[in-house]
T-cell receptor, first 112, second 115 residues
Framework: QQQVKQSPQSLIVQKGGISIINCAYE??????FPWYQQFPGKGPALLIA???DVSEKKEGRFTISFNKSAKQFSLHIMDSQPGDSATYFC???????????WGAGTKLIIKP | DGGITQSPKYLFRKEGQNVTLSCEQN?????MYWYRQDPGQGLRLIYY???????QKGDIAEGYSVSREKKESFPLTVTSAQKNPTAFYLC??????????????FGSGTQLSVL
């Protein structure tokens, strides 16, 4: 019940296309869902996050869609650029428990 | 510039040897964390500390030890008891406050390999 399942493991998208990464969780007590972006040889950095009281959050080209009934959330990257090539991690946490449960990561490659 | 500095960037361990990974932050954060990252897996929590002189085990603490003698520093020792230490190790921190925990700040990591 503590797992966060992320898919796909890897993704290749043409420049200008839409990249979509999905995550699913079981624990309905989770109430905070961040996405982190990691470039090779670097630590992850917070990209965008959502709480279950909204179904969508947008920041620039990045959007989180949240489906509470399906226990799924996804990251959409619009107009994908080569600079977006990185590994993306979803995660989940509950209440003030800040020990995040991490997905396995998605390696995204944007082809010029 | 404020941030988290991890050193060394690459580290090699011989059989039976203990090695220590350094993590220093100048962000004035109270909470600090150590994560292990293996290819194709999410981050797994090794140890965390919310305040000086106090720390708690995470999900995979066996074979590791930490200390927190100063607010700025949270070194991780990989002991000889850790039989599979090859991994990318990440140190992180976050500020205090009701929502401070929502954003983790990471260092650039240390790649540990076994000789």
């Amino acid at each position: 019940q503590q797992q966060v399942k992320q898919s796909p493991q890897s993704l290749i998208v043409q420049k200008g296309g839409i990249s979509i990464i999905n995550c699913a969780y079981e624990n309905t007590a989770f109430d905070y869902f961040p996405w982190y972006q990691q470039f090779p040889g670097k630590g992850p950095a917070l990209l965008i996050a959502i709480r279950p009281d909204v179904s969508e959050k947008k920041e620039g080209r990045f959007t989180i869609s949240f489906n509470k009934s399906a226990k799924q959330f996804s990251l959409h990257i619009m107009d994908s650029q080569p600079g977006d090539s990185a590994t993306y991690f979803c995660a989940a946490s509950k209440g003030s428990n800040y020990q995040l449960i991490w997905g396995a990561g998605t390696k995204l490659i944007i082809k010029p | 510039d404020g941030g988290i500095t991890q050193s060394p960037k690459y580290l090699f361990r011989k059989e039976g040897q203990n090695v220590t990974l350094s993590c220093e932050q100048n962000l004035n954060h109270d909470a600090m964390y150590w994560y292990r990252q293996d290819p194709g897996q999410g981050l797994r929590l090794i140890y965390y500390s919310q305040i000086v002189n106090d720390f708690q085990k995470g999900d995979i603490a066996e074979g590791y030890s930490v200390s927190r003698e100063k607010k700025e520093s949270f070194p991780l020792t990989v002991t000889s008891a850790q039989k599979n230490p090859t991994a990318f190790y990440l140190c992180a921190s976050h500020p205090e406050g009701a929502t401070g925990w929502e954003k983790l700040f990471f260092g650039s990591g240390t790649q540990l390999s076994v000789l």
